[in-house]
């Protein structure tokens, strides 16, 4: 079965930083793009990033765009999700997915 599981979520101040990892299993992660979504309290799903199959090419949500950083290792079927500079806005859940496929989120909140 694919399982995705985040972790690196926590409380912090704006200005602050945090480190996302998703750890990934049951598929050849190698070989599909993956990504980021995000969920805010009262708003739909969002896409914050996502990454190719080898890392080479990235794209980012424009509010998130300089600010966090996504990155991948095949060899430890692992995405992360490099924030800095957080804000207020930034609050939600986050998850990882590809396809059809979401992992168990990690919460990320932001205090002003």
């Known amino acids: 079965d694919v399982q995705l599981q985040a972790s690196g979520g926590g409380s912090v101040e704006s200005g602050g930083s945090l480190t996302l990892a998703c750890a990934a299993s049951?598929?050849?992660?190698?070989?599909?793009?993956i990504g980021w979504f995000r969920q805010a309290p009262g708003k739909v799903l969002e896409g914050v990033s996502c990454?190719?199959?080898?890392?080479?090419?990235?794209r980012y949500l424009d509010s998130v765009r300089g600010r966090f950083t996504v990155s991948r290792d095949n060899a430890k079927n692992t995405l992360y999700l490099q924030m800095n500079n957080l804000k207020p806005e930034d609050t939600a859940v986050y998850y990882c997915?590809?396809?059809?496929?979401r992992g168990q989120g990690t919460l990320v909140t932001v205090s002003s």
């Open positions: 997915a590809f396809n059809q496929n």
């Open positions: 990454i190719s199959r080898n890392g080479d090419n990235t």
């Open positions: 049951g598929f050849n992660f190698y070989e599909f793009e």
